[in-house]
């Protein structure tokens, strides 16, 4: 089965600063990949995905990632955090021929002034 | 508009009791998979379904029944529930294979259980 793993729970940054979030996958076939915000009581929002195109992915709202096959890694940036930036982040990946996602656990991201 | 709609968003349910959490999608998605988010965790599957009439038990599936009689809807039964069901729940959707538009997600339905 997939796995997702997300290191650490929180990241704190401040307002302008580098948004780095980390992302690694354990699958031996490049999967398709997907990043997810979800602001406070809101569902899931599709920031961006890789599908085994080009391997820098421009997403919404300033974020991308680049997807390394030889770390099995997908970390999310972006060059200058908001405010409006504070949310929780999810990395996942499809599964079972693609019909569903598997999750990472989650990265808070804290933006201070 | 159209998208992944589900209701009801909020519910306190005693233990013991059963329920159906709705989730109903107007894109024409074959795909449809409910999971559980709780703190620290993630999103789990619970059950998914790559067509009407087509279920199968996804990572959590205990305590949880579907079916999908109809390409738009896909109920999710809690058969009687217990404390540790207290989470919020999210029905997704998306086109055959998964791809490329991603997995369009509901708003969610708080459920707690005393």
């Known amino acids: 089965a997939q796995s997702v793993t997300q290191l650490g729970s929180h990241v704190s940054v401040s307002e302008g600063a580098l948004v780095l979030l980390r992302c690694n996958y354990s699958?031996?076939?490049?999967?398709?990949l997907f990043w997810y915000v979800q602001y406070p009581n809101q569902g899931l929002q599709l920031l961006l995905k890789?599908?085994?195109?080009?391997?820098l992915v421009k997403g919404i709202n300033g974020f991308e990632a680049e997807f390394k096959k030889s770390e099995t890694s997908f970390h999310l940036t972006k060059p200058s955090a908001h405010m409006s930036d504070a949310a929780e982040y999810f990395c996942?990946?499809?599964?079972?021929?693609?019909?569903?996602?598997?999750f990472g656990k989650g990265t808070m991201l804290l933006v201070s002034p | 508009n159209a998208g992944v709609t589900q209701t009801p968003k909020f519910q306190v349910l005693k233990t013991g009791q059963s329920m159906t959490l709705q989730c109903a999608q107007d894109?024409?998605?074959?795909?449809m998979s409910w999971y559980r988010q709780d703190p620290g965790m993630g999103l789990r599957l619970i059950h998914y379904?790559?067509?009407?009439?087509?279920?199968d038990q996804g990572e959590v599936p205990n305590g949880y029944n579907v079916s999908r009689s109809t390409t738009e809807d896909f109920p999710l039964r809690l058969l009687s529930a217990a404390p540790s069901q207290t989470s919020v729940y999210f029905c997704?959707?998306?086109?055959?294979?998964?791809?490329?538009?991603?997995?369009?997600f509901g708003s969610g339905t708080r459920l707690t259980v005393v």
């Open positions: 699958s031996s076939v490049p999967p398709y």
């Open positions: 890789y599908t085994s195109a080009a391997t």
């Open positions: 996942a990946v499809s599964d079972r021929g693609y019909s569903t996602l598997t």
């Open positions: 997704a959707s998306s086109y055959g294979q998964g791809l490329p538009d991603g997995y369009t």
């Open positions: 894109m024409n998605h074959e795909y």
């Open positions: 379904s790559v067509g009407a009439g087509i279920t």
